[in-house]
């Protein structure tokens, strides 16, 4: 389980993805995706769809970053999430990151700076001419997670059609997609991608607000079905 003594670095919760390669003296064998819940430049908590012992060494993509040497320091119960269920694992770095590694891992990337509320309901976004359709799995007033199939590149824009049904807050609002991910079933969380809201004007800004209001106090009758 995790540890309670005092924390050495300054930790900071956002999602990326994770890429761990199990490795062993005689050489590397796994492989593991999963995301990282919170990073510091001595270790990051990952999320990950199966346990991996303790000593477990492993050489760690985070985000945008390289692999860094890393070692399993604890794990713990099965976690659910409004993306699934996963397991949340400790893991330190051999070596502490410096600024720039830690720029390079952020980079691309939106520090969620805002509450998510699990939910579920459908969403449709346009790219260029085309038109997708996706289901919001986790909304803030800063962006939200689509899960589909019909992904968009990581950086370019889209514009996000919000529609509850029964709800009278619709709106839509530019956004940029800053990851994804990319089959669903090689890790614990569903097909999709990560969106960041670029332009919410003051009309966007209370339909946005008052759909989250409704949310946490569950009011608003939620499409069920993926």
């Known amino acids: 389980m995790p540890p309670s003594t005092e924390r050495r670095h300054r930790r900071i919760e956002v999602y990326l993805p994770a890429q761990c390669r199990v490795v062993s003296p005689k050489g590397p064998h796994g492989h593991m995706e999963g995301k990282t819940r919170y990073l510091s430049p ?34 713990g119960q099965f ?58 799995f986790n909304l803030s007033q800063g962006g939200m997670f689509i899960g589909t199939t019909d992904l968009v590149c990581a950086g370019d824009e889209v514009i996000v059609r919000v529609t509850i049904p029964g709800n009278r807050d619709a709106f839509a609002v530019w956004s940029r997609v800053m990851w994804t991910n990319t089959v669903e079933g090689e890790n614990a969380f569903p097909a999709g991608m990560g969106v960041r809201f670029l332009e919410l004007g003051p009309a966007e800004v209370i339909s946005l607000s008052t759909l989250l209001q409704k949310l946490r106090s569950k009011t608003v009758p939620l499409d069920q079905a993926r």
């Open 42 to 75: 001595g270790g990051a908590m990952l999320l990950l769809p199966a346990p991996l012992p303790r000593h477990t060494r492993l050489m760690a993509r985070l985000g945008g970053g390289p692999e860094l040497r890393s070692q399993v320091v604890w794990d």
């Open 79 to 136: 976690l659910r999430t409004s993306l699934g269920a996963v397991r949340a694992h400790g893991i330190a770095f051999t070596r502490a990151l410096d600024v720039p590694t830690v720029t390079q891992i952020l980079k691309g990337m939106a520090r969620q700076r805002h509450l998510r509320v699990p939910t579920r309901f459908p969403v449709v976004y346009d790219h260029l001419e085309k038109q997708g359709r996706g289901t919001c």
